[in-house]
């Protein structure tokens, strides 16, 4: 069953810590990354709600339909909203006012996000564009992809030098200043919901409709993690320290997974304690002269007869 409000969670105990007041549905929940603020999107806007008492600070009303997704920048002062309606706002979280309308679109805005200065911001959608914005000026600087399919999610990597995005079963890499395609991410069998940059920018997460959560090198476009929940990822997160992944999947499972590589400490550790080596027998440790001490089991004599 889905609970009535939002839940806040402890993901390292994995219990619920409060319930978000004043809304039943939201859409593309953000922490601020203070960790002082949510902002999500409802019917028409943006709410925003304080952490630590879960009580609505404010209603941030502009669109004229339900908000799919946003993006909070990284100084915790503006937010990115993209609706049904086609349109994307850029706000000011300080005085809850619209600072510019992005339009551009022709159908649902699905992913939104800011560069790490907050000049730039890109977009994705149901038209089948990913869209990098000017937000001094509004104007459409650049679009990317094959305009083939609906692009469920796209992001900027922290620097802002790459662009990846989905189209359909897999991840392409572009050259944010030139557009040029550099790579493509190839495993998923599924159309692929969620993806996640780590903050340094070497790793992207995806989630996607064939049950699993993937961990990919940007710059070998590998494969070096993959998880098989089974149930499809419709929403992923990547931790600061890339070790750990949040997931919300369509059993409505929030889960906290540990996707990073085993080093090989450990898994010489882990073989070294599970492989199985039969013991000597006394006639083997005779033949090979094997050192005094070792431990050998007399080999069981079968009778001619037998």
Same mark, same amino acid.
């Given at each position: 069953?889905?609970? @009535? ?12 810590? %409060? %319930?978000? =007041?004043? !809304? ?6 953000? /922490? ?34 339900? +908000? ?5 920048? $990284? ?22 006012? =619209? ?20 000049? %730039? ?11 990098? &914005? ?21 992001? #900027? ?15 392409? /890499? ?17 159309? /692929? ?11 992207? #997460? ?9 961990? &990919?090198? +940007? ?15 419709? $929403?992923?997160?990547? !931790? ?10 369509? @059993? ?11 080093? #090989?400490?450990?898994?010489? $550790? ?12 006394? #006639? ?23």
């Amino acid at each position: 069953m889905v609970p @009535d409000d939002p839940i806040v969670w402890n993901v390292n105990t994995g219990r619920r810590i %409060r %319930r978000l =007041q004043g !809304a039943s549905f939201l859409n593309g929940a953000n /922490i601020s990354p203070d960790g002082t603020r949510i902002v999500a999107g409802d019917e028409n806007g943006l709410l925003v709600f304080d952490v630590d008492s879960g009580e609505l600070l404010a209603t941030l009303s502009g669109h004229d339909d339900w +908000v799919q997704a946003v993006a909070i920048n $990284a100084d915790n002062t503006r937010a990115l909203s993209g609706s049904f309606d086609t349109f994307i706002i850029l706000w000011d979280l300080e005085n809850g006012e =619209q600072i510019r309308q992005l339009e551009g679109h022709t159908g649902t805005v699905f992913s939104v996000a800011f560069n790490a200065e907050s000049t %730039r911001a890109l977009s994705s959608g149901a038209d089948n564009r990913i869209i990098l &914005w000017d937000l001094e000026t509004g104007t459409n600087l650049r679009e990317f992809g094959t305009r083939t399919s609906p692009v469920s999610s796209a992001l #900027l990597s922290p620097d802002g030098s790459l662009v990846v995005g989905v189209l359909t079963n897999n991840i392409v /890499i572009w050259d944010a200043e030139t557009g040029r395609e550099l790579r493509r991410l190839l495993g998923h069998s599924e159309p /692929i919901y969620s993806l996640a940059f780590s903050l340094d920018g070497t790793l992207v #997460l995806s989630g996607s409709g064939d049950g699993t959560l993937r961990l &990919w090198d +940007v710059s070998t476009g590998e494969e070096i993690r993959r998880i098989n929940y089974g149930v499809a990822m419709r $929403a992923v997160a990547l !931790a600061p320290d890339n070790r750990f992944a949040l997931t919300g999947a369509e @059993d409505y499972s929030v889960r906290l997974w540990d996707v990073r590589p085993p080093a #090989l400490d450990e898994m010489r $550790a882990w073989t070294s304690a599970n492989r199985y080596v039969p013991p000597f027998t006394c #006639l083997q440790v005779t033949q090979y002269r094997i050192e005094d001490g070792v431990e050998c089991v007399e080999e069981e004599v079968i009778a001619a007869d037998q």
